[in-house]
């Protein structure tokens, strides 16, 4: 891996740090997360245009997707409510490769060399110290079970782009019609559950929501990109220092308390997550 590509692959996990902690900030996590899914639906728009419809074979992938997607959405916008950065970002992100490595072992009959299974142990007890936090400082348990909840539509949301970008044969054809249909999908929703003020948002909040969505397809097309240029082990293991960009962001821009144990938590979360992509 060159210095160039190593240097963009940081960027984009920043990125991705970056667009969370944006969902983090103003009045309703909700808000910024539909104006998120605009963002997203209006480049997936950009993106398809001028390309075919996709085949009829691709649109139950697709469908599955957008709709995983909207929980994810949901799920963690709900936990950014609860609890902060620090917490919910890495185990919501880390305890994902762990679901996906478990239900592909489980039921997909992929084969896991030994290191793997490490990692799956090593980010099992990450995920449990980071959790355990949350009772010793009195955060609110309910935080948790959103935090889990995103973790395992990241999951499902994998495994189906996974399979569906395969059966499509235009991986970018796929995304952009994704993004538009997890727009579709998630503003009924989040509408029903939050009423129409979910919707109503001033001029900053639009543009910090726009921002996050093109921060958050840049860092998915610099790892797109980084993936053909680069060993795809070593990109997907440099993706995960988003955890650590996370926890930062979260202690110096919010003020989120740091302690030894939430530390330990996120080396072994960024630990577990590398050890499961070599």
Excluded: C
Aim: net charge neutral; no cysteine; glycine share 10%.
């Amino acid at each position: 891996m060159t210095f160039e590509v190593f240097a963009a692959v940081l960027g984009a996990a920043f990125l991705h740090a970056s667009w969370n902690a944006i969902i983090k900030t103003g009045l309703s996590k909700q808000t910024g997360m539909f104006i998120l899914s605009a963002g997203h639906a209006l480049i997936g728009a950009m993106v398809v245009l001028g390309k075919p419809l996709p085949g009829p074979e691709v649109w139950p992938w697709l469908l599955a997707s957008g709709l995983i997607h909207m929980a994810y959405q949901l799920f963690l916008a709900y936990a950014y409510e609860q609890g902060d950065l620090s917490r919910v970002y890495p185990i919501a992100r880390g305890a994902a490769p762990m679901i996906t490595g478990i239900v592909a072992l489980a039921f997909l009959a992929d084969e896991m060399a030994p290191l793997e299974y490490v990692g799956v142990l090593v980010l099992g007890l990450g995920i449990a110290f980071m959790a355990a936090g949350v009772f010793k400082n009195g955060e609110s348990r309910r935080l948790l079970p959103y935090a889990f909840g995103s973790a395992l539509a990241t999951a499902g949301y994998t495994l189906a782009d996974g399979l569906g970008a395969r059966v499509s044969g235009d991986p970018l054809q796929y995304v952009g019609w994704l993004m538009m249909l997890s727009a579709v999908f998630y503003t009924p929703a989040a509408v029903a559950l939050k009423g129409t003020d979910v919707i109503r948002a001033s001029g900053r909040d639009w543009a910090l929501g726009l921002f996050a969505a093109a921060a958050s397809f840049l860092a998915y097309a610099i790892a797109v990109w980084a993936m053909t240029v680069a060993p795809l082990v070593l990109v997907a293991a440099l993706r995960e220092t988003s955890i650590l960009f996370a926890v930062l962001i979260g202690w110096l821009v919010f003020g989120d308390t740091m302690d030894r144990n939430k530390i330990i938590a996120t080396m072994l979360i960024l630990l577990g997550v590398v050890l499961t992509r070599l």
